[in-house]
C-alpha cells in the first residue's frame, strides 16, 4: 500500500505527467469518497497531488481510511502516473 503515518494520518504523495492527469485522479478520488461518504485532504501543485486521510470525528486513522486509501491505489494504477 505504500503509505506512511503522519501526525496520526496516513498520507501519500502522487505524482503525474502534468496538471491534467493529476485533476483526472482527484476527480476520480471525489467520486470514491462521496460513495463512501469519507472525505479526504487533497493537497495539488501542477502534477503533485498529495492526500491525507483520518477519520475526524475521533482523530485517528479507521479502518475507513485504509479501505479509502486501497481504492486510491487502485484509481493510481488507472491513471498511469508518472
Known amino acids: 500500500m505504500n503509505w506512511s503515518t503522519k501526525d496520526n494520518h496516513l498520507y501519500k504523495s502522487f505524482q503525474f505527467k ?3 492527469q493529476s485533476l483526472h485522479f482527484i476527480n476520480k478520488i471525489g467520486s470514491i469518497s ?3 461518504n469519507h472525505h479526504p485532504k487533497i493537497t495539488n501543485l501542477y ?3 498529495e492526500i491525507e486521510l483520518w477519520t475526524h470525528t475521533i482523530n485517528q ?3 475507513l481510511d ?4 486501497s481504492k486510491i491505489d487502485k484509481i493510481q494504477i ?3 502516473p508518472l
Not at 66 to 69: C, D, G, S, V
Open 78 to 80: 488507472q491513471t498511469q
Open 18 to 20: 502534468d496538471f491534467k
Open 66 to 69: 485504509h479501505k479509502l486509501a
Open 61 to 63: 486513522i479507521t479502518d
Open 34 to 36: 462521496e460513495e463512501l
Open 47 to 49: 502534477n503533485t497531488v
